[in-house]
């Protein structure tokens, strides 16, 4: 085996289903580097994939083409025999093969199959792929493990603490606040033993929310002794991180808190004037942007508390004028917006911001110019969430959200500077979700994003073509449709489930990366074809005797309803498929 020449090794492996070339890569070092082909898994990708062009191959691709390949094969064998014999051999499958290659229709056959290659093949010029880790990713078993459970005592009692949003400090690292106003580390190193156990913890009552006060005279007002929850304000994107300057950042009703990662201790606090609805990311030595419910804020850490006057500007226009929409400030660092309320924020390059929320455009501003509007893109969806992804004339703008009841994937092409307002966006608003889409992501050549039904889908960049989906709350994997009835009454409902992904986070770059999945109390790692560890999941470890108290019940009374009330609204959803609009 190791004297055949390399292609017609891989000839022989493109018969070979995935499964079985993983088991030809553990043969030798040789059969490790050939089955390791790139181009190869690319190949498998697109065969397995749900593209339309692969599935109508694979239901009419006629005989003749895998007869094609076996003459093929059986020539290159032959010549391999006569250059190894030293002589010239000219049988008849030789020139069968030949002549059957050199047909008309065999010729035209393999330029359809490279143009739907080229057609599928979602990498963009100069992207370098792995088509290994990306097959893994797209079929691998999934599995997730809950991270391990913080627990504190809260007035008087022992439960367990409530994850408040989450950020990845690196790779390796997952740091989040909790509800008694702590910030915990978590180990999210899959190589680790300690893999989703806490590493780091600073002590209570660290974060302030007490309106109008600097969190250290608040921590002095509030013995440690006496701990209350924090309360909390729906916020997805509470938590920002500086790796430059070594900071955190936290939004906590109004108030913006700033810790210290080495010392983990407040270092700043600023309050605004309305609650902050999103934070964006943090890159020193680009200022960190604020959105509070009716305005943006461009926060510079760099520059003092007392330096800084749009809360106190506003405040002042909000007592003379009735009609918030309306006001207007001369502070260059605060855009106040027309309606409320934004809910993501995306620095793209230096000097751009884009905003998107609960208003039906996605609003662009420019650094250098602001708070002037640089352009916009006008959706007409509520949208969750935004990001970019690669494009082969630039990047391009993902959204999701909601349309008329139903979840939006939407798609726009963005040209340097600004976005260009004649060229038209790509919005799927018939499949991609029932129920509004919460969470987006960036995972490899795929876009994740979750709903409000609990489910996890990865679709093409086209943002239409389906790669799986998976439900959090049942953990089975779910690649065949979704049912179009419910199977389950409203009164059969579970009170385990009910999860939704709030917010997700691919931990790297890598086509197979692990997933961290937010349902808004605690964290989950997803990751793909690994083993799930007994000791790293579910762990509550440090709570002692009455954890299961009054936390638990309210949280398994809360999932129970909101699982109910879902059940109602897909139930009602149905009748109203049926015709029977008035009654209902």
């Not at 994850?163 to 790779?171: A, H, Q």
């Not at 929409?325 to 995306?346: E, K, M, V, W």
């Not at 009164?491 to 939704?500: H, L, M, P, Q, T």
């Not at 917010?503 to 997933?515: P, T």
């Amino acid at each position: 085996m190791n004297q055949l020449p390399a292609e017609i090794i891989l000839n022989i492996a493109n018969y070979l289903p995935a499964q079985c070339i993983t088991r030809l890569n553990l043969v030798s070092r040789h059969f490790h580097d050939l089955t390791g082909d790139n181009e190869l898994w690319r190949r498998l990708c697109f065969d397995d994939s749900h593209c339309p062009a692969a599935r109508a191959r694979g239901l009419t691709a006629p005989k003749r083409i895998r007869d094609r390949r076996v003459l093929e094969l059986q020539r290159a064998v032959a010549s391999s025999n006569a250059n190894l014999n030293g002589t010239d051999l000219n049988d008849t499958a030789n020139s069968d093969a030949g002549s059957f290659s050199g047909s008309t229709e065999n010729r035209t056959r393999l330029t359809s199959l490279s143009e739907d290659l080229r057609g599928w093949d979602p990498a963009v010029s100069g992207e370098k792929v792995d088509w290994y880790l990306e097959y893994i990713a797209r079929h691998a078993p999934l599995s997730l493990e809950w991270l391990q459970q913080p627990g504190g005592k809260l007035n008087g009692r022992k439960e367990r603490l409530e994850v408040r949003g989450m950020s990845l400090l690196d790779e390796k690292t997952l740091l989040a606040p909790l509800d008694d106003g702590s910030v915990c580390f978590w180990d999210i190193d899959p190589d680790s033993t300690s893999l989703g156990k806490i590493t780091a913890r600073s002590r209570p009552g660290v974060l302030s929310f007490d309106n109008g006060k600097h969190g250290c005279e608040w921590q002095k007002s509030y013995p440690s002794s006496s701990k209350i929850r924090m309360p909390s304000s729906g916020v997805i994107e509470s938590v920002s991180i500086d790796n430059n300057r070594n900071k955190a950042y936290f939004a906590v009703q109004s108030g913006l808190n700033e810790i210290d990662l080495e010392t983990l201790q407040i270092t700043a606090y600023d309050r605004f004037p309305l609650p902050i609805s999103v934070l964006s990311g943090a890159t020193d030595p680009t200022p960190l942007t604020v959105g509070t419910t009716q305005a943006i804020h461009i926060h510079d850490p760099r520059i003092g508390q007392n330096s800084r006057t749009p809360a106190t500007n506003i405040q002042q226009h909000t007592q003379k004028h009735s009609d918030f929409h309306r006001i207007h400030t001369n502070d260059p660092d605060t855009a106040i917006l027309s309606q409320p309320l934004p809910l993501s924020i995306l620095h793209r390059e230096p000097e751009m911001i884009h905003i998107a929320g609960r208003f039906p455009s996605v609003l662009t501003y420019d650094r250098r110019f602001f708070p002037q509007v640089a352009s916009t893109i006008h959706s007409g969806a509520r949208l969750s969430c935004i990001t970019t992804i690669p494009s082969n004339t630039g990047s391009t703008l993902a959204a999701a959200g909601e349309y008329n009841g139903k979840g939006s994937l939407e798609l726009y092409p963005l040209y340097s500077p600004y976005y260009r307002p004649g060229a038209e966006g790509t919005r799927n608003r018939t499949s991609a979700s029932k129920s509004k889409c919460l969470s987006l992501t960036a995972h490899g050549t795929r876009l994740l994003f979750s709903d409000s039904d609990g489910m996890l889908k990865w679709v093409e960049r086209d943002g239409s073509t389906i790669v799986r989906r998976w439900n959090i709350n049942t953990y089975s994997t779910a690649d065949a449709p979704e049912p179009a009835v419910p199977m389950d009454g409203i009164f059969n409902a579970e009170i385990n489930e009910g999860d939704v992904a709030r917010k997700l986070l691919s931990v790297n770059e890598k086509a197979n990366s692990d997933v961290l999945v937010w349902t808004g109390e605690r964290v989950g790692l997803l990751s793909f074809g690994r083993k799930a560890r007994a000791e790293s999941g579910m762990d509550f470890g440090g709570q002692g005797e009455g954890s299961e108290a009054v936390g638990d019940e309210e949280r398994d009374y809360g999932r129970m309803m909101r699982h109910a009330l879902e059940r109602q609204a897909d139930e009602v959803r149905f009748v109203r498929g049926l015709g029977m609009r008035r009654g209902v």
